[in-house]
C-alpha cells in the first residue's frame, strides 16, 4: 500500500474535491485574469489592449467563497464588485453561475453593455453535452434581464451574454482550440439578411486547454491552460504568467496554489484506485477507479503500471467506455 504526501492525506480527510472548483472560481474573480480571457473573444473589444479591457469590466460575481479567511480584508483592488450569480424561476429551478458580470463598450452612437458568465468545466465527461449546457446558461442569462434591463415588449433592450466555459482536462483532439457557437441566420436568396446586432443575442465559447509545457497557439487556450492545466512546476507556471501575461504577485501566488492542490487531488485519486481495487478486488470498482484515473488525466502506460494491466488492455477499456484518453 502507498504511503500518501501530507497534502494528500489532508484533502482526502476532507473529501474535499470541490476545494479545486472553489479556488479555481476564486481566480477567475480578478478583474485582471478576466480581461486576459475576455479580450480574446468578444468581439465588442477588438482594438483594445488588455488593460484597457480592464476598464471597461463592471461588476462582478463569483460563485464559491475565497479560501482565505483575510480576503475580505486584502489590500488588492483589482476585485470589483460582486454581481448576484443565482438565477432563481418558480418552474426551472435555480441555476448557479460559476462566474457572472458585466462589461461595457462605449461606442460613437452610445455605450454598449454586455453580460458574460465564465465557467470552470473540470470534467470533460460529465454525461451530457458541454455545449447545451452553455447554451441553457446562456439563455437563463437572458431571461434574467426581464424586470430589471428591459421590462414588457422591450426587447431592444436585452443585453448580449458572453458565455465562456473552460475545460482544463480536454480531449487530445480539442486540446489547445476554441469552439465558437453563436445564433446565425440561414441564407434566403430572397430575402435581404437582418443586421447580426438586431439577432444575435448570446454566444458561447468552449476553451480547451492543452499541456501548458508545450503550450497552445490560441491565445486565450494557451493563458487558460497557463493558470488551470496540470503540467508546470510552481516556478514555471510563476514565470510564464508574470512574463507573458503580466499577472501581479499575489494573483500568481493564488493560482501557484490552486495548482499544488490540484497536483495533490490526483496523487489522491490514484492512490484511492489502487487501494480501493487491492482491498475490495471487485471488478467493477476496479474499472471504476481506472475510469477515474484517465478522467484525472493520467496517460495510458501509467495507468496500466497502477493497475497492473498491459497498456493494450487499458486502450480497449477505453474503446468499451467510450473515452478518449490523455
Known sequence: MTQKTDLAKTILAAGDEPNLD?????????????????????????????????????????????????????????????????S????????????????????????????VNTEIQNDFYPGYPIARRAGYYAARAITDQRGTVFKDQEYDKIRKVYSIWICPKAS?????????????????????????????????????????AVGCENTLADFCSTLFSAGLTAEERNAKLAEK?????????EVINMGVIGEAYLQTGIEQGMERGIEMGEERERNRNILATLKAGVSVPVVAQIFQQ?????????????????
Do not use: W
Request: proline fraction near 6%; aromatic fraction near 8%.
Open 22 to 86: 472553489k479556488q479555481s472560481v476564486n481566480i477567475l474573480k480578478y478583474k485582471c485574469i478576466l480581461a486576459n480571457i475576455i479580450h480574446e473573444v468578444i468581439p465588442e473589444f477588438q482594438g483594445m489592449s488588455v488593460n484597457e479591457v480592464e476598464a471597461h469590466i463592471g461588476r462582478v460575481e463569483a460563485l464559491s467563497h475565497p479560501l482565505d479567511d483575510n480576503y475580505a480584508e486584502s489590500s488588492v483592488n483589482d476585485v470589483v464588485e460582486m454581481k448576484n450569480t443565482v
Open 88 to 115: 432563481k424561476s418558480i418552474n426551472d429551478g435555480d441555476t448557479y453561475f460559476d462566474v457572472y458580470f458585466d462589461a461595457f463598450v462605449d461606442k460613437e452612437n452610445g455605450r454598449i453593455n454586455l453580460i
Open 172 to 212: 487530445k483532439e480539442t486540446a489547445g482550440q476554441v469552439r465558437e457557437i453563436g445564433l446565425q441566420e440561414k441564407p434566403n436568396k430572397k430575402l435581404a439578411p437582418l443586421p447580426p446586432e438586431t439577432y444575435q443575442i448570446m454566444s458561447i465559447f468552449i476553451v480547451y486547454c492543452c499541456d501548458p
Open 245 to 253: 501575461y503580466q499577472i501581479p504577485e499575489e494573483i500568481r501566488k
Open 310 to 326: 498491459s497498456e493494450e488492455a487499458i486502450l480497449d477499456f477505453c474503446r468499451k467506455n467510450n473515452f478518449s484518453p490523455a
